[in-house]
């Protein structure tokens, strides 16, 4: 069954310094996402990105953050200048259109900002 | 601001009775819903998903929903141990593919042997 992967699993970095967090999201999907989870808290949501675009980003995803599409199968976040408070499991997720949207999460990265 | 509600729990059944989960959410304007569970460590699984007033079943799973009185709620028959884990309660706004979803914090259940 066609999965979301991502890599790395965990990536540990210093302050101020810039990571790009990757997802392969499953082949036939259109709509792709980021969601965050800082420990112990709940799942929020970062952005969503269809036909190469943005469709709807939260208020958590602000000028550090930005995401792309470099080729046909990889879907990347990068986060510029890294905060302490930006240690969090990162989940990309992925849906198609007449699926009711159902989003389907890959394994997540788990970023430590030390 | 959209907010979903969950009792985070924990909630303890014995194994082979019933789990039912609880959510509500502050949008009216949400179309569809969803629950997923999530181990620890791991990454959210989608369970199910509803839209519609009533109830959805599929297998040992019951989700229920009513817009009138923004609850959603997942039923767990026959309870087994595996199904021990976080349950996170979801909600989309139009219903559409840019949609973020809403996410509870999950209720923890527990199930006994």
């Known amino acids: 069954e066609p999965e979301v992967t991502q890599t790395p699993s965990h990536q540990v970095t210093q302050m101020g310094q810039e990571v790009i967090l990757r997802c392969v999201p499953i082949?036939?999907?259109?709509?792709f996402y980021w969601y965050r989870q800082i420990l112990g808290q709940k799942v929020e949501f970062l952005v969503s990105?269809?036909?190469?675009?943005?469709?709807?980003k939260s208020e958590i995803f602000d000028d550090q953050f930005s995401v792309e599409r470099p080729d046909g199968s990889n879907f990347t976040l990068k986060i510029r200048s890294t905060k302490l408070e930006d240690s969090a499991m990162y989940f990309c997720?992925?849906?198609?259109?007449?699926?009711?949207?159902?989003?389907?999460f890959g394994p997540g990265t788990r970023l430590t900002v030390t | 601001q959209k907010e979903v509600e969950q009792n985070s729990g924990p909630l303890s059944v014995p194994e082979g009775a019933i789990a039912s989960l609880n959510c509500t959410y502050s949008?009216?304007?949400?179309?569809?819903f969803f629950w997923y569970r999530q181990y620890s460590g791991k990454s959210p699984e989608l369970i199910m998903s509803?839209?519609?007033?009533g109830d959805k079943e599929d297998g040992r799973f019951t989700a229920q929903l009513n817009k009138a009185s923004q609850y959603v709620s997942l039923l767990i028959r026959d309870s087994q141990p595996s199904d021990s884990a976080t349950y996170l309660c979801?909600?989309?706004?139009?219903?559409?593919?840019?949609?973020?979803?809403?996410f509870g914090k999950g209720t923890h259940l527990i199930i006994q042997p």
């Open positions: 990105f269809y036909n190469n675009e943005i469709s709807e």
């Open positions: 509803i839209y519609s007033n």
């Open positions: 949008d009216r304007g949400s179309q569809s």
């Open positions: 082949s036939n999907h259109l709509y």
């Open positions: 979801a909600a989309a706004y139009s219903g559409g593919g840019a949609d973020g979803l809403t």
């Open positions: 997720a992925s849906t198609y259109a007449g699926a009711y949207y159902e989003q389907y």
